[in-house]
């Protein structure tokens, strides 16, 4: 328990250095710093694990497809017998940061000990995702024959990236007019507004915002995510395949996750994909397969959530019960105060609030 503490004391202090030296770059427009200076506080996570004799294994860590390998953390591994497994996005929405705008947060799950082998996933590769808060089969029978019309009980129900649109068009059967808010995601209709929302790119606290949601997202996301949201099922995906023919591809896709025995990896992912897969050890069954969370990430003893430009928008704090705040700043004494959700492996769940020195930012 005394190293549990210990883990939980280091990573609020990681994530605090990221809130401290991102926020002058808050609006800067310089979206390579704000992923630089992000990831490379995480390093403390590795200098954590040499005091304390625990070899470090980072099961996915966001930042190579972009072109940021600033951390011995991004050079991943095959699977290492491993007394720490880590899934880290140093930074989720660094477009929205850049722009000065909200959707912006710094996360990290981190599983002692884990008994089962969780492979490296390469960062280049996503996770489309079905989950839910209330309703299992949503998540349960990923199929593509969604009801249109299911119940959000008046909180957003949302659909992440840009390429998704053609999806919910085809499923819907009628185009849709997105309202634009952001850059990369929109939020599906529900039961207050027929409108779709463009909004940022951040899509880890979607559990805390809204009930249901389906979409891609990134690998370090969706093996945080999906040990947020109470129902959850996702298939590894090509973003660059995806992207291509989304209605085609998903629908493909899918028939393959429920039947992966009969289907060819090569024919979803390319060869370069393909090969960095089997380097981190796995099989063409379980890339194809409709994971679970058993089954795609460890049973984490602690996710943490470092709110930087909060998750509230003029427009969606209309659809949204529950948002995280921006880091605060007093102009007077420079310090500040930055929330942090800390989820634990009993299930306990609570915001803490953290000082912030804030003396250099702008």
Request: charged content about 25%; glycine content about 6%.
């Amino acid at each position: 328990m005394n190293q549990l503490l210990s883990l939980e004391r280091c990573l609020l202090n990681i994530i605090k250095n990221v809130g401290m030296q991102v926020y002058p770059l808050i609006g800067a427009s310089d979206k390579k710093a704000i992923d630089e200076t992000a990831t490379m506080c995480f390093d403390e996570l590795l200098n954590w694990g040499a005091e304390n004799g625990v070899t470090v294994h980072a099961i996915s860590i966001e930042g190579e497809r972009d072109g940021i390998l600033v951390s011995p953390l991004q050079t991943m591994q095959p699977w290492q017998k491993a007394a720490l497994a880590a899934a880290i996005d140093p930074i989720d929405g660094t477009t929205p940061c850049a722009a000065g705008g909200s959707r912006c947060v710094s996360a990290a799950a981190v599983s002692l000990s884990p008994q089962v082998r969780y492979l490296a996933i390469p960062d280049e590769l996503s996770c489309f995702c079905f989950a839910s808060n209330t309703d299992p089969a949503f998540a349960a029978d990923a199929r593509f024959a969604l009801p249109p019309d299911c119940s959000t009980q008046n909180r957003i129900a949302t659909l992440h990236r840009a390429e998704s649109k053609e999806l919910w068009e085809f499923l819907l059967s009628k185009p849709l007019e997105p309202k634009q808010l952001g850059e990369k995601s929109f939020y599906l209709p529900n039961m207050i507004t027929d409108e779709i929302f463009f909004a940022g790119d951040t899509s880890i606290p979607l559990f805390y915002e809204c009930d249901h949601f389906l979409g891609r997202v990134g690998i370090s996301e969706a093996r945080m995510e999906s040990r947020l949201w109470r129902f959850w099922r996702g298939i590894i995906v090509s973003a660059k395949r995806l992207k291509e023919q989304p209605v085609a591809y998903l629908q493909q896709r899918m028939k393959a996750a429920y039947n992966p025995s009969s289907y060819r990896v090569n024919d979803f992912f390319t060869a370069e994909e393909v090969s960095r897969l089997k380097l981190y050890g796995w099989d063409d069954v379980d890339i194809l397969r409709l994971h679970t969370p058993q089954t795609f990430a460890p049973d984490y003893d602690l996710i943490l959530i470092g709110s930087i430009t909060g998750t509230k928008d003029a427009v969606l704090d209309e659809h949204s019960q529950k948002n995280f705040h921006a880091i605060r700043r007093d102009p007077d004494t420079g310090m500040g105060e930055m929330e942090v959700f800390v989820q634990s492996a009993q299930g306990k769940r609570e915001i803490k609030k953290i000082c912030l020195e804030l003396s250099g930012a702008k």
